[in-house]
């Protein structure tokens, strides 16, 4: 852990382009070993990274080997199906269930288990709470090792050198970039994944959310609140969560 006191970005794109992969490299049973070297291999991302995409994307899609709807429709669900809203689920469980919540903070795999998410990817995680003094933020320094089983795919912003590098050195400008605002009390704690530990963080649950169900609840919180650029918070008056 590395501490500290002291928009969003086009993904659509890339993502395009990496679903396929990802897709494996998430299923069970794939170690990180290999991502890892793989991406210490590829530290610089090439300027010319979106026509490659599309030009890769063209290719398929003439060969008759992928379908444009269908490479939406599933990097839809891993983006905000599959992925961020396991996680929503296991943050909302522990907000409203203590004896859940102690055993999330003591072993995350084996929480997060009991709610059917796990594979490969996640067998080692921590989960950091935030509350009043404190707020924690994620980074992967090396490359972009993530919590995959409750987060799903990563965001482009989270595997680029700009913020993988300013992360550590200036969290809290960082968080402003992302619209989050701390007083200044309020401790930063920088944490860095690697292959072998992944973290995810326990948002603080919101002011007058008291009598909302644990679904309501789920409903609020947001992949960024969980890695930690994000508060949540209530939708605005006459909104939707």
Request: charged share 25%; with cysteine; net charge negative.
């Amino acid at each position: 852990m590395t501490e500290f006191n002291n928009g969003p970005v086009d993904r659509r794109g890339f993502l395009k382009g990496v679903a396929a992969g990802a897709v494996v490299a998430a299923a069970p049973g794939t170690t990180h070993a290999h991502d890892h070297a793989h991406d210490h291999d590829h530290q610089e991302v090439p300027s010319d990274l979106t026509l490659r995409v599309k030009a890769l994307e063209s290719l398929l899609v003439e060969k008759g080997l992928v379908d444009r709807a269908a490479l939406d429709a599933l990097v839809d669900t891993m983006e905000h199906k599959v992925g961020p809203r396991n996680g929503a689920r296991v943050v909302a469980r522990a907000w409203v269930d203590p004896a859940y919540k102690k055993r999330l903070l003591e072993n995350a795999p084996a929480a997060i288990a009991e709610l059917g998410y796990s594979s490969g990817q996640g067998e080692h995680m921590l989960v950091v709470e935030n509350g009043p003094r404190v707020h924690n933020l994620i980074v992967c320094t090396l490359c972009s090792c993530y919590p995959w089983p409750v987060l799903g795919l990563p965001p482009v912003w989270y595997k680029s050198a700009q913020y993988r590098s300013r992360a550590v050195i200036d969290p809290r400008g960082i968080l402003r970039e992302f619209g989050t605002e701390l007083e200044d009390n309020v401790e930063v704690r920088v944490w860095d994944s690697t292959a072998e530990l992944r973290y995810i963080v326990l948002p603080e649950r919101p002011a007058g959310t008291e009598q909302m169900t644990e679904e309501q609840l789920a409903a609020l919180i947001t992949r960024d609140a969980m890695v930690g650029v994000a508060k949540v918070t209530l939708p605005p008056p006459g909104g939707h969560a």
